[in-house]
């Protein structure tokens, strides 16, 4: 009776870990910039203005990542917003670009507790207004920029898989702040040059 006991018991933590799948964390390629043509702008010159502080304290994680969210959005700028007209100004200001890592609660219960459970959520924030003025014609136009993404780890997630997540999720932030920008500065008119 003993000898089945141990074999019932044996073959159900058998089906549970069979059901639980490792989760395999692919890596996206970096947000190319030259997939798009970059938007030949209206204004004599680009200013980005990094207004975001980083916290420097948990769940945020940016100032431990190089290169930081700030500069992705920076270099998203200066490689997409290119001034080529012959006066006025194009604004980029940054209020936050941030990575937090927010611990999950525990899943409570037996069963719970043999499954790979969720652990950390990875929240990526990018805001930002961009402001044009172009004092010949007396055109202007400012938009608001924001991406939010996520995606939560279990807890067999390792450091390498971490890094990733990070970067996927930097990398999806940004494609959504550049469709915003591509649809709200086609709005505006007179930036784009012919």
Known sequence: MRLVSTLCF???????????TT????????FDTTQEAPLALNARRLEITDNWLMPVVAP??????????SQYLIDWASDVLQPLGGSGEIIL???????????????EGLLNSLKDNQETRIRVTFEAQLLWIQPVGNYQGTAQLAAK????LPESATPKDYDIAIQN??????????EQ?????A????????
């Open 181 to 185: 920008a591509r649809a709200k500065i």
């Open 10 to 20: 044996a073959t159900l933590l058998g089906m549970l870990s069979a059901c639980q």
């Open 23 to 30: 989760p395999v964390v692919e890596r996206l390629a970096r």
């Open 187 to 194: 709005e505006m008119d007179g930036i784009i040059l012919p």
């Open 60 to 69: 945020y994680v940016e100032h431990e990542l190089s290169p930081t969210p």
């Open 169 to 178: 999720n930097l990398n999806r932030a940004i494609a959504l702040i550049d």
């Open 93 to 107: 200001n940054i209020s936050e670009a941030s990575v937090q890592l927010e611990e999950l609660p525990p899943a």
């Open 149 to 152: 993404t996520t995606q939560t």
